[in-house]
């Protein structure tokens, strides 16, 4: 197959190292299992989403509140997000003077950097007082939303500006030649040539605001209760694992990681959706 | 929207039976055509950053003749076409000087429409660039941008003009499929479609074959040829025999030492090729230099 030794050498080393990646994947769903199975042999799968309630020292383990308030957060996250982080890559990629593009994309990268308990703390001092006179008490779904909306922003707005930096500047002068407004050329080329890599932003996003804990921990409020509007306080699942792992035993413990089990499948629907998704209708 | 559709008529009843590809007769044009320059270059000289790339040329574009600028590469026959769209506009630190004018409008005003300027002058690139899109859409971007919104007006633009570069054959039944799936050649010819969908006045094409294989470079050949009279052709080339084949006037760019480029003689077609006036030109087109 390779003419060189040190293509197969190359081949080797590569291949371990794909191996070993792949292998680290099962081996923490592995893990997971493991960790859950004594609860999972005496609880059927069902009462998960069938019991009373979150209350594992009875014995009641019911997940869906906390598995909504997950799916609500995020889902809100990504829709403010999204449109937040296109607007500002086309900003500065297309409407900011050179300079000032410079400096407001090394802004972006500061504020993806910026550690998740900061975001909690400006969210728990300055958000849900805001919030609680509106409608209290303050600490809510819409307070998680918020401070995950603020999170993922500089992801999608980096992975976006990357995907437009990435269009070819053949598309841009074409356009221009044909006399095509900036506006146009960002609708009608830009983006959908830069489609596939604002996907993968949008779920790499996707995948870091269901992972967050802290910073929804401090504003959510932590009451295990299925929401009904946005001002209701809510457990994510990390929330919930982060709470109670400390002084969880048996099957209490066991049941946090089936939790843990569930977030894994969420990413891994997430990562199947992604796959799904008609990967580039238009090929280079 | 007439401005769009004048030429509905004659292209309705054109070989719609014909499904085997064909350009038509080619309306080999008259030697030359009436010198009315349409476009009149004086003095223009060009610089990026303080280095200079062109030094003062002076040359009139007659109007429905193709011109071709001929020469080795880097002697500023692209930047010279990238003024005549503005295109040098994007270009950071690109200063022009000189007089073109165009129709009577000075080309270089900064006031000028330069969106309505890309609207009359057309410019094809050496690599052929669809946009991701499917075929119908690329032709349809460009005159959504210019207010044609009705579907039926669309649909006509696009099939007259694609009649015209004769791909309309090849693509009629697969209009929303990606332009890019589509060969070089054909990509090519839909670029030049979607040029003629805004009815210029004059086009610009850079080497416009040379990233094609012969049969399509042929055959875009012969659609410039076809171009003729209707539409002002400037076309920089590297391929003296395809100069000498198309073009009516040619024009001979060399490198000084100073490395700006200039023209150094600009004439008729055949006067260029066969009887050059300066020696350099008649020793590049006898391929002795260059």
């Known amino acids: ?284 | 929207m007439s401005h769009f559709i004048n030429n509905k008529s004659e292209q309705v009843d054109k070989s719609d039976t014909d499904d085997t590809y064909t350009l038509g007769p080619l309306q080999s044009g008259p030697p030359c055509c009436i010198p009315e320059p349409l476009i009149r270059v004086e003095n223009l000289s060009l610089y990026y950053a303080a280095k200079p790339a062109l030094e003062s040329v002076s040359l009139d574009i007659y109007k429905g003749c193709i011109t071709a600028l001929i020469g080795p590469s880097g002697c500023g026959k692209t930047s010279f076409l990238s003024v005549l769209n503005r295109l040098t506009d994007m270009i950071p630190g690109c200063r022009v000087s000189g007089k073109v004018h165009f129709n009577s409008t000075n080309l270089l005003s900064p006031s000028l429409d330069v969106q309505g300027l890309r609207r009359d002058i057309g410019m094809i690139f050496q690599k052929p660039v669809p946009f991701p899109l499917s075929i119908r859409r690329n032709i349809e971007l460009p005159l959504r941008e210019y207010g044609m919104n009705k579907q039926a007006d669309l649909n006509e633009v696009m099939q007259q003009v694609l009649r015209d570069v004769g791909l309309w054959h090849e693509v009629k039944n697969r209009l929303e499929s990606p332009a890019q799936a589509l060969s070089g050649g054909q990509q090519q010819r839909l670029c030049i479609a979607r040029a003629l969908a805004l009815r210029p006045q004059v086009l610009l094409m850079d080497e416009p074959c040379s990233a094609l294989d012969p049969i399509s470079s042929g055959i875009v050949e012969d659609l410039i040829q076809r171009l003729r009279d209707k539409y002002t052709v400037v076309i920089v080339t590297h391929n003296l025999a395809q100069a000498r084949r198309i073009a009516n006037f040619a024009g001979f760019f060399w490198i000084r030492e100073q490395r700006a480029g200039c023209l150094i003689e600009f004439g008729q077609c055949k006067q260029i090729f066969e009887a050059p006036a300066h020696e350099l030109t008649a020793a590049y087109v006898n391929g002795s230099r260059g």
């Open chain 1, 1 to 284: 197959m390779f003419l060189l030794r040190t293509d197969r050498q190359l081949a080797f080393l590569l291949g371990s190292c794909a191996l070993l990646s792949a292998a680290i994947v099962l081996l923490i769903l592995l893990f997971l299992v493991k960790e859950s199975w004594p609860v999972l042999q005496h609880v059927a799968l069902m009462r998960f989403v069938t019991d009373a309630s979150w209350h594992p020292v009875q014995g009641l383990y019911k997940l869906t509140p906390m598995l909504s308030a997950t799916l609500y957060s995020t889902l809100g996250a990504i829709l403010l997000a999204t449109p937040l982080g296109i607007a500002s890559a086309l900003f500065s990629r297309y409407y900011a003077p050179p300079f000032l593009a410079g400096c407001y994309r090394r802004l972006v990268e500061l504020l993806a950097g910026v550690p998740s308990v900061v975001y909690g703390f400006w969210g728990l001092t300055t958000l849900v007082p805001l919030i609680g006179r509106l409608h209290p008490p303050g600490v809510s779904l819409l307070t998680g939303i918020l401070v995950l909306t603020l999170m993922i922003l500089p992801t999608v707005a980096l992975t976006v500006d990357a995907a437009l930096a990435a269009v070819p500047v053949a598309y841009v002068r074409s356009a221009a030649a044909l006399g095509l407004s900036r506006w146009s050329l960002i609708s009608g080329v830009a983006l959908p040539a830069a489609r596939s890599g604002i996907t993968a932003g949008i779920l790499l996003a996707a995948g870091r605001a269901i992972g967050e804990t802290m910073a929804v921990l401090m504003v959510a409020g932590n009451v295990v209760e299925q929401p009904h509007s946005i001002f209701d306080s809510v457990r994510t699942l990390t929330a919930n694992i982060a709470l109670e792992v400390a002084y969880a035993t048996g099957d209490h413990r066991a049941a946090l990681f089936v939790s843990g089990i569930a977030l894994m499948t969420l990413v891994l629907v997430l990562v199947g959706i992604a796959e799904c998704f008609p990967r580039k209708r238009y090929y280079d």
